[in-house]
Every structure is written in C-alpha cells, then in structure tokens.
C-alpha cells in the first residue's frame, strides 16, 4: 500500500482506522468506501458492523492490522467484496459464494419473488416439481426451498465445483435434504420420459461474449466467465432452455427466465419459435428494467 497507514504502532483504533480506510479506498474509486472499510474490518476481527462502533477505541494488533492491509489489497484490485468474505446476502440467505459461482444479485430476488407467486397459483394441495438450471451458489433453489418447503427441489450445474458450493449452501441453510443437486449441460441430463416439472427456474448466463471484458473488473476479472458469457449475441443459453424446457413441463407449468434489460424482444422470439409456450410475460426488477420472463406451457389442446 502506498499510504502510510496502518503502520503498526497502536495508535491505531479502530475507528481511526474505518476513518483512514475510507478515505484511502475512495481516492482509489472503490464503490462504497465507508461500508466495505467497515465489512473488511469487522471480517478481520470476527466481529459485526455494529460492533466495531461498540469498541471504536479498542487498539489494534499487528497482525490485524497486516491482515486488514492484505483484504484492502485484495479490494484495489477490484475482487468484489462478496468473494474477499467469501459470503453474500441474498433474500432471506446467507451464502458462501467464491469465484466457481456468480455472486446472486439483488435482481434475482424478483426471480424468487415470481416463483413463489407462481406455486402458490398452482398448488393444488400436491408438492409440485421445482428444477432449478445452472444453480450456481444454489441461491435460487435454496429461497425457493426455504420459503415454500412443501415442494420437491432439482438444482443442476455443469460446473462441479459450483455444485460442491451449492450442496454447502443447502446444507448451511437447512433445507439440503429438498433439493436434489446434479451435474448436467442444461436439460440435456433428463431423459424426456422423466416425471415433468411444474415449475422451471434459470439465471443462465446472458452478457454476449464480446461485451464481457467491457465489464466492470469487478465482474470481468474476477466472476466465472461459465456464469456469464451467453454466446455470441448472450443468448445462447436461453435458446437452449427454450427449446428443451416445454418437453419438460407439465400441463400447466411454467418455465421462469432471468434476462438482461435489452432481452425481452428476441427473448419472446425465441419462446415463439420454439412453439411450446402459450401465456409469454415480461416482469420488471425494481430499477424497471425488463428481468423476468414468464413463459407458462401451452395447452396441448390448443395445438
Ligand atoms: N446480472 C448479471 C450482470 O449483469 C449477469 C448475470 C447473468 O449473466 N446471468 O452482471
């Protein structure tokens, strides 16, 4: 660190040195200074936020104060906050998350959000089918499993590692016993006699390939590329899932997309194409940004 501090002498408290650290990650252009001074120096006391108000005057020791340079290190080169406390936030969740798996965004919510309005429309007193594409940290199967328990979960991932990070999520949330985690390129696991799904759930990935590097570094130099890149025009994986997913529905089901705000349009071209969905929707996340696509399985008789 170019800076002086924290040198090591025990002047330093720590409020001088939340103080300090603000300052320093804000000349640097780092997103929220005060708050991720404050998550970085509670993560390195094992403490809360809240605490280090509490003992504001406690001094630090040397190797706290190194360990608190190195985490400051790691934000300067743009790692996201999420993977340097190797944890995130997401609905009523508290989830590891490390660079194998996309950090969940505040977005996604709306995801959960319309999955759950979408059960508690077709629950008909019987446990529905929930399988969940690209899972990722597990963030969206495993709010839909705590929130609406009474159902049977499918989560797949093409990535193992992602997976290993998944099963820790359920396990950590309690719900790991609902959701049946496993490894597969999309829908292309199932075999097409399989009991269908009412409800099918993705965040694929959907930046186009060339957009990627233009990213924050946060997102480009740090995020998995396998959670991100959708293809030459970021549609691939949405491609994918629609042609497959109306052979997997039951009468009835849907089939829940997240998309970029530019997507709905050749998104619904897409779902046309692809012949199997008759309601086709587009809700908005809270920015009013175009988010998720809900696409319910056509009535065979209407054919
Ligand atoms: N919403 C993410 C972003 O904008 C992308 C997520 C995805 O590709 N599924 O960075």
Redo the contacts with the bound molecule.
């Keep these: 660190m170019s800076n002086p501090p924290p040198s090591t002498d025990a002047a330093w408290t720590l409020l001088k040195l939340v103080r300090w650290a603000t300052g320093f990650l804000q000349k640097r252009g780092i997103d929220s200074p005060r708050t991720t001074a404050e998550l970085l120096l509670a993560h390195v006391l094992g403490l809360d936020r809240l605490q280090l108000y509490v003992r504001h005057d406690q001094p630090l020791v040397q190797a706290e104060l190194a360990a608190f340079r190195e985490l400051i290190q790691r934000r300067l080169r743009r790692e996201p906050v999420a993977y340097i406390l190797g944890r995130k936030g997401f609905w009523t969740l508290e989830l590891q998350v490390g660079p194998e798996v996309?950090i969940p965004?505040p977005?996604?919510e709306l995801l959960v959000e319309a999955a759950l309005a979408r059960l508690a429309q077709t629950a008909d007193g019987r446990p529905a089918r929930v399988l969940d594409l690209g899972t990722g940290s597990g963030a969206v199967v495993l709010a839909l499993a705590c929130a609406a328990p009474a159902h049977r979960y499918f989560a797949s991932d093409v990535s193992s590692d992602a997976l290993a990070t998944a099963r820790r999520n359920a396990q950590a949330a309690g719900c790991g016993g609902r959701v049946a985690f496993f490894a597969a390129d999309w829908l292309a696991a199932l075999r097409a006699t399989g009991a269908p799904f009412e409800l099918i759930v993705s965040?694929?990935?959907?930046?186009a390939r060339g957009a990627l590097a233009g990213?924050q570094p946060e997102?480009a130099q740090h995020?998995p590329p396998l959670?991100?890149?959708?293809g030459a025009d970021?549609l691939d994986c949405h491609r994918t899932i629609l042609r497959a997913a109306g052979g997997h529905l039951a009468p009835g089901g849907a089939l829940l997309l997240?998309i970029?705000a530019d997507q709905r349009q050749p998104v619904q071209t897409l779902a046309e194409r692809a012949g199997s969905y008759g309601d086709v929707r587009c809700l908005k996340d809270y920015a009013g940004c175009d988010r998720v696509m809900v696409l319910v399985k056509k009535n065979i008789a209407a054919h």
Excluded at 203 to 207: A, E, K, L, Q
Excluded at 227 to 230: E, I, K
């Design positions: 996309l965004r977005e996604t965040n694929p990935p959907y930046i990213l997102i995020e959670a991100l890149d959708g970021g997240e970029g």
